[in-house]
């Protein structure tokens, strides 16, 4: 069974930072990366990297601020750097086999876990 486990949200204030880690679990990806879901709004697409390193995106709401590493095909970070009252959500570890940043193209999502940014 496919399993993708978050860990690493919390409550920080606004200019603070946080690091999110999720683990594989049953298979490898290609691609990992994370999506965020805000009350009231749609789940959007915050940063992805391929395994072989050469492919990364960013949502522009979160560039210069959150960087998204690998270590290896199981695991993915997201350093969260400036957080912002906006980036409040709950955030969701993706997986997929090729490269993709369409939500429709990751088959394996994780529980999700909640970032709270205050003022």
């Known amino acids: 069974q496919v399993q993708l486990v978050e860990s690493g949200g919390g409550l920080v204030q606004a200019g603070g930072s946080l690091r999110l880690s999720c683990a594989a679990s049953?298979?490898?990806?290609?691609?990992m990366g994370w999506f965020r879901q805000a009350p009231g709004k749609e789940r959007e697409f915050v940063a992805a990297?391929?395994?072989?390193?050469?492919?990364t995106s960013y949502a522009d709401s979160v560039k210069g601020r959150f960087t998204i590493s690998r270590d290896n095909a199981k695991r993915v970070y997201l350093q969260m750097n400036n957080l912002e009252p906006e980036d409040t959500a709950v955030y969701y570890c993706v997986g997929a086999t090729g490269w993709t940043t369409s939500p429709s193209d990751f088959r394996s999502w994780g529980q999700g876990t909640q970032v709270t940014v205050s003022l």
């Open positions: 990297r391929g395994w072989s390193g050469t492919m």
């Open positions: 049953g298979r490898t990806f290609y691609t």
